[in-house]
């Protein structure tokens, strides 16, 4: 069974710096996705950012971007310019290529809490 | 505008009252999810189904019912909720393409079983 660790329950981070979320995973498939999901105090589920396991480059999308490094099973997001916005809950999930049966779910981390100083 | 709406949002209620929490999309995905998260747990997958008429156990089923028996809605049922049940619910959906099946997920139902 996979499995999804983010060991740092919080973290910290002054506006306008950079910041990078932890996660790792294990599993012994070699095609699927990670996918890095915000949650505002709102409670929405948002996602961030996918990484698909077969592609090399990392993913980005504007002001987040990755680490995907596939042979150490780790998947980090960075935030890069910090805004009061991004204070949230993130979750790191990882899901097989498959898409069937029990192999369509999302396994999610526990989870961190990101705050931002002004 | 695309969503899944969930409903109730907030419910307080009382061990063994019979409650169902209603999920709808409205994008024609064939895939739907049920999650519950808890603190120090992220998020679990309760049930899902891949189609009309087709459902299956997640990681967490026990004392929870669904069906699927039109495209849009799938309902969660509690049939005799217990306080273990207390929790923050989610559904899902996705459409049925190896290339876009990434969840929308609902606003979320908050439980509270006294």
């Known amino acids: 069974a996979q499995t999804v660790t983010q060991s740092q329950p919080e973290m910290s981070v002054q506006e306008a710096e950079t910041v990078t979320l932890s996660c790792t995973y294990d599993?012994?498939?070699?095609?699927?996705?990670l996918f890095w999901y915000k949650q505002p105090p709102s409670r929405q589920m948002i996602l961030v950012i996918r990484?698909?396991?077969?592609?090399?480059q990392n993913a980005t999308e504007n002001r987040f971007s990755v680490n995907f490094q596939k042979a150490a099973k780790s998947f980090s997001l960075k935030i890069s310019d910090s805004q009061l916005g991004d204070a949230a809950m993130y979750f790191c999930?990882?899901?097989?290529?498959?898409?069937?049966?029990?192999?369509?779910?999302?396994?999610f981390g526990k989870g961190i809490t990101l705050s931002v100083r002004p | 505008e695309a969503q899944v709406t969930q409903n109730p949002r907030y419910l307080i209620t009382v061990t063994g009252k019979k409650l169902t929490v209603t999920c709808s999309q409205n994008?024609?995905?064939?895939?739907m999810s049920w999650y519950r998260q808890d603190p120090g747990l992220g998020l679990r997958q309760i049930y899902y189904?891949?189609?009309?008429?087709?459902?299956d156990k997640g990681d967490v089923p026990e004392g929870y019912k669904v069906s699927r028996k039109e495209k849009r809605n799938f309902p969660l049922i509690l049939e005799s909720p217990s306080p273990n049940q207390t929790s923050l619910y989610f559904c899902?959906?996705?459409?049925?393409?190896?290339?876009?099946?990434?969840?929308?997920f609902g606003a979320g139902s908050r439980l509270t079983v006294l």
């Open positions: 899902a959906s996705c459409p049925w393409d190896p290339g876009a099946n990434v969840l929308t």
């Open positions: 990484q698909e396991a077969y592609k090399q």
């Open positions: 189904s891949m189609n009309v008429e087709v459902t």
């Open positions: 599993t012994s498939e070699s095609d699927y996705y």
């Open positions: 994008m024609n995905h064939e895939y």
């Open positions: 999930a990882y899901r097989s290529a498959l898409f069937t049966g029990a192999n369509s779910k999302l396994t």
